[in-house]
């Protein structure tokens, strides 16, 4: 049932522990929220704006969105994807669309098998037995690719089950892959990349949480967008800031400052939204540069 009562405060959904719990609260402390714990510990109350928490298990986010009783939730991908299908199959209302990538908590669902078998395409898996905590992806898979296996359905612990006999092989969650490795098994097919997101519905609220939600969303662009700055700093001969500017990795202008005493030299200062390498400095001071320093950004206002 959807609710479809205006209320005046945003309820985000986050997990309340596990994988994603830090992260999301790190996320919306960065966006400048503060709540104060109820006893409970499943609802805070939003003191630095009109913007409350429910901390719930990750599976019942996309539910909390589908509902109206949450305007917001940071889930993984995998989660929302799965129930997604779900709802669709069933004729249910869509649990939330993925509103930003937010780039942390990746990992990939993915074919396991075991370490004998070699893998070389879908049909191989024709007449298996593939256990899984994502029934509903990995049936969409297999639909696609035209493969008739059987989808064993394990809520956790989806990795001893080609020990225990109970499926041939798995499809589950991978980050580093040492899960794999320590239970005999390698990596063959990915299903889908995940990360965490935020998620919501569509359809912006027509209430005053629209404008939270907006407003919301443009801080934890800023936060992001931050995550991933650094401030370059270093000197170099004037002929050579082209070669330079053009090693620095989505670099905004950069300023040039004077420096006294050696008129032909400057000082540059650069905001580069990416990954800054030993490689990209390496390549900078073969260009000529030298003090170069790589320092974080805390914020931006552009
Ligand atoms: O209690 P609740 O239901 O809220 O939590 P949960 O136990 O269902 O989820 P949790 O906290 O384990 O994971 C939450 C989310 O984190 C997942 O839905 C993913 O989006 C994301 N995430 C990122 C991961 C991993 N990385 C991950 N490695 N979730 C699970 N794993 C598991 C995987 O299932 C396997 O058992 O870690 C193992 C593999 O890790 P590696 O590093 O050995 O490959
Ligand atoms: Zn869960």
Redesign the pocket.
């Known amino acids: 049932m959807t609710t479809t009562k205006t209320r005046d405060r945003l309820r985000i959904a986050i ?7 830090d992260v999301s609260q790190d996320l919306l402390a960065r966006c400048g929220l503060k709540f104060r714990q109820s006893r409970d510990k499943l609802f805070c109350f939003g003191e630095s704006m009109p913007i409350d928490l429910l901390l ?4 019942d986010i996309p539910g909390l969105i589908a509902q109206g009783v949450a305007d917001l939730g940071i ?5 929302l994807a799965e129930q997604a299908l779900v709802a669709r199959a069933n004729g249910e209302a869509a649990p939330g669309v993925e509103l930003r990538p937010l780039n942390t ?3 990939r669902l993915s074919i396991a098998l075991p370490q004998e078998m070699n893998y070389e395409n879908p049909q191989q898996l024709q007449g298996l037995r593939i256990a899984t ?1 994502y029934p509903a992806l990995l049936a969409d898979w297999l639909a696609r690719n035209g493969v008739a296996a059987k989808v064993v359905f394990l809520a ?1 612990s ?2 001893i089950a080609p020990r225990l006999g109970t499926a041939d092989l798995i499809c ?9 490795t ?1 239970n005999q098994l390698k990596e063959a097919v990915v299903l889908l990349d ?3 997101v935020i998620a919501g519905p569509e359809e912006v609220p027509l209430d005053e949480r629209g404008e939270l939600r907006e407003l919301l969303l443009r801080r934890i662009d800023g936060v992001i967008q931050v995550r991933e700055s650094k401030l370059v700093m270093l000197h170099a001969a004037r002929s050579a800031i082209e070669t330079i500017r053009a090693i620095l990795p989505n670099a905004q202008t950069p300023t040039l400052l004077p420096i006294e005493g050696s008129p032909d030299r400057v000082a540059l200062q650069a905001v580069c939204y990416g990954a800054v390498t030993w490689t990209h400095l390496e390549d900078m001071k073969r260009a000529g540069a030298s003090q170069l320093l790589v320092l974080p950004v805390e914020k931006i206002l552009a």
Do not use: H, I
């Open positions: 997990q309340k522990s596990g994988r994603m719990a719930v298990r990750d599976d889930v993984g991908r995998n989660v908590s990746r990992c905590s956790g989806v990795e589950d969650l991978v980050s580093s892959g040492a899960t794999l320590a995940s990360e965490a």
